[in-house]
């Protein structure tokens, strides 16, 4: 088929090498604001596996062209038979024209795939931009960043917004090197699948939000949640996904997907304040690792230093969107807390955002250099090269032993019986003798974290 693909964002970069790959013939215009000699060298795009090199080997073969626009309505769409749109909110503008152009110039029964995440009902609005040229379908988002090649070419289900069976029909087809080990499409009406999409990432962080709360309870209690997360995985009404706690989510879609959906409560008049809960609860977790420091240390942290592994919002990206080291780092340095952090893939994005700081030190390489003259070790993100440590080395360069394991990747009897002190999110052990923990810190009061100066004092 001739796709023309239009958008910036990682969908639109995966639909592109995907269909171009299993023969589609594809004309990938990205978006006028980030455009293709800018996005060509996004450390997330490059991080991607396979991706880039996909997109490289389409362009190579003839099946794939990448067109710098100003206008996608100036693209060359004669004989298009799917537009395929992956935009994200910022990038919406005003479709009306360039899609009614577009569709002027494309093969008869045009179908606009909307792989975008826009408001419930927006499909629909794009349809009648096409005019009596074709129809629209939602094909929401679904895939999972640092893993986004595997979950398009091999996905475990599609929800097709579709009213129309010639719509639909046509989408199987332009899918259907992706669809043969089984029927991984749920046919829906349009707002329906747009609404689903939503719904899907309000459920997985609340259950991350609820579990976070539990976590914090099991550390007044003295009990080790990891008891608690397995005996409620066990039970099948539960099960364990999206039961691990952390210290706070983030990322682009995901978090764009739970406003968007607190922004589709509102409009209805339905405004949730479950989800307003969910949402505080998990920017409070993103200061979690902060306040263990602050008890560990009875609230003297000035002139300290903390090692960080882990800037990105999850392992597999160089995206720090809404990550909580962003939160954290914000936290230590307003008590004067040097910070020297190491992350494999996210530096450029940290220092684009957070610049040179007089307090930072970052690292790409050895994560031990970063904990050189380090009084403590926060655990942020769970690259697989921080799962097993050298854990002699890392008692010998940690002058206060302390590891503080903002995802529970480590066991704390193993870290304690290396000489460590290990703290983490609703799970604590001791070196042989009992050292202050965060129940015992009764005298020394959390801080109060003032959202309008950025310093912290005790509240």
């Not at 976070?212 to 990891?226: K, P, Q």
Request: proline fraction near 5%.
């Amino acid at each position: 088929m001739r796709v023309l693909v239009h958008g910036s964002e990682l969908a639109a970069a995966t639909a592109a090498a995907a269909l171009s790959w299993v023969g589609h013939r594809v004309t990938w215009i990205p978006h006028p604001g980030d455009p293709w000699s800018r996005l060509s060298r996004a450390d997330w795009l490059n991080r991607e596996p396979r991706l880039a090199r996909q997109l490289e080997d389409s362009r190579a073969h003839g099946n794939l062209s990448i067109v710098e626009a100003d206008d996608v309505s100036a693209a060359h769409g004669d004989g298009m038979e799917v537009l395929w749109l992956a935009l994200s909110p910022e990038q919406r503008g005003d479709l009306a024209k360039p899609v009614a152009t577009l569709a002027r110039r494309a093969a008869r029964g045009l179908v606009l795939v909307n792989n975008s995440t826009f408001p419930v009902g927006e499909t629909e609005r794009l349809e009648a931009c096409l005019g009596e040229a074709g129809v629209a379908v939602a094909l929401p988002d679904l895939l999972e960043e640092g893993r986004a090649w595997e979950t398009f070419t091999r996905p475990g289900r599609w929800l097709l917004g579709c009213d129309d069976a010639v719509a639909e029909a046509r989408v199987r087809e332009l899918l259907r090197a992706f669809n043969r080990r089984s029927d991984v499409f749920q046919r829906m009406p349009r707002r329906a699948a747009e609404l689903t999409k939503l719904a899907i990432n309000g459920m997985l962080a609340t259950r991350l939000s609820y579990m976070n709360e539990i976590a914090g309870l099991a550390d007044t209690l003295e009990v080790d949640v990891e008891h608690v997360r397995r005996g409620m995985g066990a039970d099948s009404r539960i099960g364990y996904e999206y039961l691990y706690p952390g210290c706070g989510f983030g990322g682009p879609n995901f978090s764009r997907d739970l406003m968007r959906l607190a922004d589709v409560q509102s409009a209805s008049g339905r405004h949730s304040l479950l989800l307003d809960q969910v949402l505080d609860i998990n920017e409070h977790k993103k200061e979690t690792l902060f306040r263990k420091l602050w008890s560990h240390f009875r609230g003297r942290l000035e002139g300290r230093t903390v090692a960080i592994w882990g800037a990105a919002f999850k392992p597999g990206t160089a995206r720090i969107d809404h990550a909580p080291v962003l939160v954290l780092l914000n936290a230590l340095w307003a008590q004067g807390v040097r910070v020297r952090l190491h992350d494999p893939a996210a530096i450029p994005a940290l220092l684009t955002e957070v610049g040179d700081h007089p307090l930072l030190e970052v690292f790409d390489m050895d994560p031990y250099d970063a904990c050189r003259g380090a009084d403590a070790l926060m655990l942020v993100t769970e690259w697989k090269e921080y799962w097993s440590p050298d854990w002699g080395r890392l008692a010998d360069l940690l002058s206060e032993r302390l590891l503080l394991d903002g995802r529970n990747i480590y066991d704390p009897a193993w870290v304690a019986a290396q000489g460590l002190v290990y703290r983490g999110i609703g799970r604590r052990s001791n070196p042989l003798t009992k050292t202050v923990t965060d129940a015992d810190v009764g005298t020394s009061r959390e801080p109060a974290f003032n959202r309008d100066s950025g310093r912290r004092s005790p509240s």
